[in-house]
């Protein structure tokens, strides 16, 4: 875990993996249906799509009101908490849905009526929609959080992560530097009827960067609402393995600990068994201090 005192910038969190995570728990009822291809690469030199989203079968219907505006093939960008969103950050992405459409083996092998636009960013890009507007690109409020850029060739949304309706989406709200009490909590709550390794794996990368970012909110939680800090055990496995790896320690710890009691029976030096049980003369010294205490409590008056 981050330690509580340092603050990290959002450049030392890794963002991006865990808003991948978040998208495909955010359309896990339509799992079957989708292929998510993290950091698709658009050409041999590093020009990388964040997530590629492909819809397996042509009827099927994305549940999650993100994904309404899908199609086959799904070109998805994410801005972390504090980057800009231009409008020249969406005509890039625009393009990036261009470069890949010409990608194809054959010729328009990769229609350009079966591709989307996605773009989340968590704060409302007002200078943005602006400048759409400005150009002749409607901005139209289809659910609350997502806008849909009218007359462009190729179907775009824009979803800002904070208007999102409460109670939902609560993945996406969790991954924000100031993420609020409400949200996390049912986070944890919905996470913890989750049986998927798939699902669990994306939870965990959810929570690793959710904590870094609201390291103080988690331990203040965690002090009132003892019952959530045990689940967050449960679904972080960095903090599964921790524990894990500090029960071995401290077994090998008691296992030293005996032996050294018996060397000691046998008149061996405390030097020579610290060497023997590979500890410090310190700790065999507080062993043999710990046990004299604990006979002269325990012997007869």
Same mark, same amino acid.
């Given at each position: 875990?981050? +330690?509580?005192?340092?603050t990290?910038?959002d450049a ?8 991948c995570?978040?998208? #495909?728990? %955010? =359309? ?6 989708l ?5 698709f690469n658009?050409s041999?030199? /590093?020009?990388?799509? +964040?997530?590629l989203?492909?819809r397996?079968?042509d ?5 999650n ?15 972390? /908490?504090?980057?800009? =969103?231009s409008?020249?950050?969406f005509f890039?992405?625009? $393009? ?5 459409? $010409?990608? $194809?083996?054959? @010729?328009?092998?990769? /229609?350009?009526?079966?591709? @989307?636009?996605?773009?989340?960013r968590?704060?409302?890009?007002r200078?943005?929609?602006s400048? =759409? ?7 139209k409020?289809?659910?609350?959080g997502?806008?849909?850029? #009218?007359?462009?060739f190729i179907?775009?949304q824009?979803?800002?992560?904070k #208007?999102?309706?409460s109670?939902k989406h609560?993945?996406l709200?969790?991954?924000?530097r100031?993420?609020g009490?409400? +949200?996390?909590?049912g986070f ?5 009827? !989750?049986t998927?390794?798939? %699902?669990?794996?994306?939870v965990d990368?959810i929570l690793?960067v959710?904590v ?32 894990r790896?500090k029960g ?8 030293a ?5 018996? =060397? ?9 068994i610290?060497?023997?049980v590979?500890?410090?003369?310190? @700790?065999v010294?507080?062993?043999? @201090? ?6 002269k409590s325990?012997?007869? !008056?």
């Amino acid at each position: 875990m981050t +330690d509580k005192n340092i603050t990290l910038s959002d450049a030392d969190i890794q963002w991006h993996p865990a808003f991948c995570a978040d998208a #495909e728990l %955010e =359309l896990y009822a339509n799992r079957t249906d989708l292929d998510f291809q993290r950091e698709f690469n658009l050409s041999k030199k /590093p020009l990388q799509i +964040d997530l590629l989203v492909i819809r397996k079968r042509d009827n099927a219907r994305v549940k999650n009101e993100i994904g309404h505006i899908f199609r086959r093939y799904n070109i998805i960008e994410y801005k972390s /908490p504090g980057d800009a =969103l231009s409008v020249d950050d969406f005509f890039k992405t625009v $393009g990036y849905a261009c470069i890949y459409k $010409g990608l $194809g083996e054959r @010729t328009d092998q990769i /229609p350009v009526d079966q591709l @989307t636009v996605s773009l989340f960013r968590k704060e409302h890009p007002r200078e943005m929609f602006s400048n =759409l507007e400005k150009y002749g690109f409607p901005v139209k409020k289809k659910y609350p959080g997502v806008y849909y850029i #009218e007359r462009l060739f190729i179907p775009a949304q824009v979803v800002v992560t904070k #208007e999102l309706e409460s109670r939902k989406h609560l993945s996406l709200k969790v991954l924000s530097r100031n993420a609020g009490e409400d +949200d996390i909590r049912g986070f944890i709550e919905n996470a913890q009827h !989750l049986t998927g390794q798939g %699902e669990l794996a994306n939870v965990d990368a959810i929570l690793q960067v959710s904590v870094q970012a609201n390291h103080e909110r988690y331990e203040e939680m965690k002090r009132r609402f003892p019952a959530m800090h045990e689940a967050l055990k449960m679904l972080m496995w960095d903090e599964i393995e921790e524990g894990r790896q500090k029960g071995i320690q401290e077994g090998r710890q008691e296992q030293a600990r005996e032996t050294a009691y018996e =060397l000691q029976d046998m008149g061996m030096s405390a030097d020579k068994i610290a060497r023997a049980v590979k500890v410090s003369l310190e @700790t065999v010294q507080k062993w043999f @201090t710990e046990r004299a205490a604990l006979a002269k409590s325990t012997a007869p !008056l």
